[in-house]
Nanobody
Framework: QVQLVESGGGLVQSGGSLRLSCAASGFTVDRYAIAWFRQAPGKEREGVSC????????YYDDSVKGRFTISRDNAKNTVYLQMNSLKPEDTAVYYC????????????????????WGQGIQVTVSS
């Protein structure tokens, strides 16, 4: 059974950092595409970053490029999202998602590509 559990969220001041973790079970993270999405109140869910199967090609939304880093620890079967220089507009519920879509040399980042989701975790950045 595929399961994703997020941790590491919380309240941080503007300019601060957080590291989100997505612990996976029921599959191995290097064989699935993994993505982080977020949803702020009143807004649609948006893709933040994703890492592809195998080679682990990464994608970042322009809004987080240079500030966020997605990484994968195969030994711990966990994917991370390091978030630096946080801004109030980063405030949202963050979701980890997994998908068997895509190949081992690309990535998929649309929410419709993902069929396994974590429960979500709140990130709040105060100004």
């Amino acid at each position: 059974q595929v399961q994703l559990v997020e941790s590491g969220g919380g309240l941080v001041q503007s300019g601060g950092s957080l590291r989100l973790s997505c612990a996976a079970s029921g599959f191995t993270v290097d064989r699935y595409a993994i993505a982080w999405f977020r949803q702020a109140p009143g807004k649609e869910r948006e893709g933040v970053s994703c890492i592809g199967r195998g080679a682990g090609i990464r994608y970042y939304d322009d809004s987080v490029k240079g500030r966020f880093t997605i990484s994968r620890d195969n030994a711990k079967n966990t994917v991370y999202l390091q978030m630096n220089s946080l801004k109030p507009e980063d405030t949202a519920v963050y979701y980890c998602a997994a998908s068997a879509a895509g190949t081992y040399s690309d990535y998929v980042c649309g929410p419709d590509d993902y069929n396994y989701w974590g429960q979500g975790i709140q990130v709040t950045v105060s100004s």
